[in-house]
C-alpha cells in the first residue's frame, strides 16, 4: 500500500501563514468601493499584492501608472497603529486605523465629491 503525503501547510499548528490576505468580508467592502469609482469613471483598473507580511489593494487611474490609492492590511500592526492603512500615489499614509470602514472613509468622501459633480 502506498504512502499518504500531507498536503503542504494543511495543519498550521500556530504557524505564521506563507501569505497575508484578504478575508472575503474585507474584500466585499473594497471591491464594492472599487465598482462605485470605475463607475463613476475614476478608476480602471486595479491590482492586488500578497506577500508573507502584509496584503495590499492598488487602484488605477490608468493601467500604466503608479496606483492612486493603495490599501494595505499588515497584522502585525493589529497591536500598535492598527492594521489598515490607506496611501497615495507618492506613498504617503493618508490613514490608519484598526477598522477597514473609518481608513476607506478620505475615498468615500471623494467618491461623493466626484458623483455630486
Known amino acids: 500500500m502506498g504512502t499518504v503525503t500531507p498536503f503542504p501547510n494543511a495543519n ?4 505564521k501563514p ?3 490576505g484578504f478575508e472575503r468580508a474585507e ?11 470605475v463607475a463613476a469613471g ?15 489593494f492598488s487602484a488605477f487611474r490608468r493601467t500604466a501608472e503608479r496606483p492612486e490609492y ?5 497584522p502585525a500592526l ?5 492594521m489598515w492603512a490607506l496611501l497615495n500615489e507618492a506613498g504617503m ?8 470602514a473609518p481608513v476607506l472613509a478620505p475615498v468615500e468622501r471623494r467618491l461623493l465629491k466626484i458623483v455630486s459633480d
Open 12 to 15: 498550521n499548528s500556530g504557524r
Open 18 to 20: 506563507n501569505q497575508i
Open 27 to 37: 474584500l466585499n467592502r473594497i471591491l464594492d468601493l472599487y465598482g462605485r469609482m
Open 42 to 56: 475614476h478608476w480602471r483598473d486595479y491590482a492586488m499584492n500578497f506577500e508573507k507580511d502584509f496584503a495590499s
Open 70 to 74: 493603495r490599501i494595505e492590511k499588515r
Open 78 to 82: 493589529r497591536n500598535r497603529q492598527g
Open 93 to 100: 499614509v493618508l490613514k490608519r486605523g484598526h477598522e477597514l
